[in-house]
């Protein structure tokens, strides 16, 4: 049981983790905008999300000394940072398009949010439903 | 936790920002010094960025550093002023290769970069205090 409840966080908690490193390129291109042949960088969201469904997460090996403690995992983060293709690169070689990073920040900061919400809204659910035995 | 390197990244970024920011001051507010401590007259300054990716959880992503500050080569301003004391022989002194515009253009453009990069700290900020408060 405990498990289920346990998968289906996964998948959100997927997003928000690949959410939270897409806005760390993001901002790291942003930071860029100004160095010299600094190539822009971009997560495929969706591509690397359906990867992360299927990578199995690792054993974290906690030391057990009673049959009823548990086993905890945790997964790994290595989604893979691409190029950007560039619509008009600086003659410094630098790929940054300061307009279309600022989008996809403020895009995928409302993502992020969105995703907590939800997250938030499953943790509520799930606590009426304890509560309404009480 | 991705979203605690967006502060280490914008404030790489803001760091040489100001750098910059440091280096059209000094440029402006020097650009009639016809000579200085070693006699020379001052030659601008120019910040030179260079990407530093991040190890560990950062992979895929780079801050900002400084990678020198080097001396403008361009040729130096020769102005006509033979009552100068430092005028040589043609009457001519040489002033300091600063391009006010260049330099008004770098400020406004640091300037900007700067308010991105408190920008992009405010919304990783505001990310992570929701995040903090997901399960009340």
């Given amino acids: 049981m405990i498990n289920g409840i346990n998968n289906g966080f996964k998948f959100m908690e997927d997003a928000l983790n690949l959410r939270a490193y897409r806005q760390q390129v993001l901002a790291s291109n942003i930071a860029n905008a100004d160095t010299p042949n600094y190539k822009a960088r971009d997560i495929d969201f969706s591509k690397e999300l359906q990867r992360a469904q299927g990578v199995q997460v690792g054993n974290l090996n906690l030391s057990a000394t009673s049959s009823g403690h548990m086993q905890a995992s945790a997964g790994t983060m290595n989604a893979q940072a691409l190029y950007r293709a560039a619509v008009q690169p600086s003659i410094d070689g630098n790929t940054v398009d300061m307009d279309v990073e600022r989008a996809q920040f403020a895009d995928n900061a409302i993502h992020y949010q969105f995703t907590v919400e939800y997250l938030r809204d499953s943790f509520r659910k799930m606590q009426s439903a304890i509560a309404a035995n009480a | ?136």
Avoid: C, W
């Fill in chain 2, 1 to 136: 936790m991705s979203l605690s390197n967006v502060f280490s990244i914008a404030g790489s970024a803001m760091t040489a920002q100001s750098q910059r920011l440091n280096a059209v001051a000094s440029n402006l507010a020097n650009a009639d010094s016809a000579t200085s401590s070693t006699g020379q007259p001052y030659r601008a300054k120019q910040v030179v960025f260079s990407a530093m990716p991040l190890g560990g959880s950062g992979s895929g992503s780079a801050g900002v550093k400084v990678a020198g500050v080097i001396e403008d080569p361009s040729p130096m301003k020769r102005v006509y002023d033979p009552k100068h004391p430092l005028a040589d022989a043609q009457g001519f002194v040489t002033m300091p290769n600063v391009n006010v515009v260049e330099e008004m253009v770098n400020m406004i453009s640091a300037s900007r970069s700067y308010q991105n990069n408190a920008d992009m700290m405010n919304t990783a900020k505001t990310l992570l205090m929701k995040t903090l408060t997901l399960a009340q």
